[in-house]
């Protein structure tokens, strides 16, 4: 059953279903959609670069980022087109982090496991080497 939402975009209130956004504003990006793509679709524009896009169609930047993410736009049919990596801003054309970023992650997690199981082994070794007694009276 659907429930009521605000639109993500304008805030107007609409019944939430598939979408996050009110039918106006589906219809609009629809439209912006359209209009990308149709210039794309362009032999003499399929090498354009994202500055060209926006100067040419008036689509914001976020917008066609936004098509990308979602695989309307696919980078292999259009080499040039791509967005910024979510930690150094270099440009890609999938996921959020590019190569780079991605192999520095997995190097960062790789030593933080190496150090918590160091941790771990010397916590280990420091309840073998304690000594406990008990007096028989206690018990």
Do not use: W
């Amino acid at each position: 059953m659907a429930e009521l939402a605000n639109c993500a975009q304008c805030g107007n209130l609409f019944l939430k279903g598939a979408r996050t956004i009110c039918r106006a504003c589906y219809e609009k990006e629809e439209e912006a959609f359209q209009k990308v793509y149709q210039f794309m679709r362009q032999r003499k524009n399929r090498e354009a670069t994202m500055t060209e896009i926006v100067e040419q169609t008036g689509v914001e930047e976020e917008q066609i980022i936004k098509f990308i993410k979602e695989k309307r736009l696919l980078p292999t049919e259009f080499p040039n087109i791509g967005y910024p990596c979510s930690h150094c801003g270099k440009k890609i054309t999938s996921g959020n982090l590019c190569q780079a970023c991605l192999e520095k992650l997995r190097k960062d997690l790789e030593q933080h496991e190496e150090l918590e199981d160091r941790i771990n082994e010397k916590e280990e070794q420091e309840k073998k080497r304690t000594y406990y007694m008990f007096d028989d009276k206690e018990l």
